[in-house]
Nanobody, 125 residues
Framework: VQLQASGGGLVQAGGSLRLSCATS????????VAWFRQAPGKEREFVGT???????NYADSVKGRFTISRDNAKLMANLQMNDLKPEDTAVYYC????????????????????WGQGTQVTVSS
């Protein structure tokens, strides 16, 4: 299963970006989706996730600024990032996990079955 992440770029602090994660496989409908990020020299960290049923959960560092949505008909998920800060600078990855439980959230990168290639987000001060 291939995931295509897009939408990264360079933005000034306080600005917004919208990342997308798309696949051509209908397996997407049966998956939880998550976004992770990794800054240079740091561990990959959880950003947020959306369960199969559409409920969301976010890291404290992005809560209130980032919003994840999904469109099962289009086989894609989005990460809307507002009020960006320099500390949000990282490579952002989307990932999906097959699950029969529509309400579960998964926070550990090792839980996920498929990953996108990553897209760079750089926030200047």
């Amino acid at each position: 299963v291939q995931l295509q992440a897009s939408g990264g770029g360079l933005v000034q602090a306080g600005g917004s970006l919208r990342l997308s994660c798309a696949t051509s496989r209908r397996i997407f409908e049966s998956c939880a989706v998550a976004w992770f990020r990794q800054a240079p020299g740091k561990e990959r960290e959880f950003v947020g996730t959306i369960a199969r049923r559409g409920t969301t959960n976010y890291a404290d560092s992005v809560k209130g600024r980032f919003t994840i949505s999904r469109d099962n008909a289009k086989l894609m998920a989005n990460l809307q990032m507002n009020d960006l800060k320099p500390e949000d600078t990282a490579v952002y990855y989307c990932a999906i996990k097959r699950t029969i439980i529509t309400s579960n959230f998964y926070f550990n990168p090792r839980d996920y079955d498929y990953w996108g290639q990553g897209t760079q987000v750089t926030v200047s001060s």
